[in-house]
């Protein structure tokens, strides 16, 4: 038994730090020792030997390979909570990459339901309101004017019919009796006379819009009577933000005026209507603008004076159905 590590001590053998025998004894120990392990030895060599050479060479290999794959104690206690742990991890990674694959399914759902949303909510705040619905709000607006002393006397305020979106306008001085009493213009003898005079043309309200300088009936009250009457230049100053704002939205290519007041406030001041009518004039409010009789005029005429101004009135509507024609073409060039 070999002796490293130790150290010796007064009267015997320290071994770690503790006396544990003589040393004379340890001489004795020491030398039966020597003598048995040199028998052992020798007996166990020869039986290594022998046994060796009876162990076949796969049994050998087997042998190892079960000795090298069974683990130990230590090595089973390592190995089950690594595993446990892998598959923890494994659960929680599979967790993940499923709550990953929904949301990202989630949103590729949800993202083409937002994208119309969004296009749907842009083009809506992208579309203007139409000719039509922008005339309707302007008319309500108009229904409670009362810019002058028009509105004490009135039934309806008289703003306009036909197309918006008819390329031509025709603009009368003012409402009479019938006008005042339906709430639309030219529904009496006169408009009567116009819508003949427009149908010789092939043309029927449907094809333009028509109003006023004028939207409320001036009217003259003498010896017990109503009788109508132009409007004053006053009154057509008043009413001239409700004519304005009517051209801004039918935004016409031609205008017809009927009567003196009217070519007055689109043509200009001064108009001379023996001089100046059937003559087209540029105009702030539209490309073209001409000046005709109006109709009320022409019912006050009698014979050859009756049917001559008649005649002037369709020829003057004939050239401005004409003009929007060449006014279209125009439109269509200046694109190219």
Known sequence: MAATGQKKAKNGIVVDDEIVVDEGEVEAVQAMAGAI????DSATVESAVSTEQAIPEAGKSKATRVRRSAPDEHQMRDAEPKSALEDKNSAVTEDSEAAIAAERAAVQTEAPAAKVNQDAEQQAGDTEPSK???IITLAAAASSCVRCDLAQGRTHVVFGDGNPEAPLMIIGEGPGQNEDAT???FVGRAGVLL???LKENGISRKHIYITNVVRCRPKLVAAGRVTNRPPTPEEVKACSYWLEETI???DPLVILCLGAPSSNAIIHKGFKMTQERGQWFESRFA???MASWHP???????GEAYDAARASLVSDIAAARQKVI??????KLSLF
Request: charge should be positive.
């Open 37 to 40: 392990v040199g028998q052992i």
């Open 132 to 134: 039509t619905q922008r």
């Open 183 to 185: 709430g639309r213009p």
């Open 195 to 197: 819508d003949a005079c």
């Open 248 to 250: 801004a939205v039918i």
């Open 287 to 289: 490309r073209y603008a």
């Open 296 to 302: 009320a005029y022409i019912l006050r005429l009698q």
């Open 326 to 331: 060449e006014a279209k073409k125009e439109v």
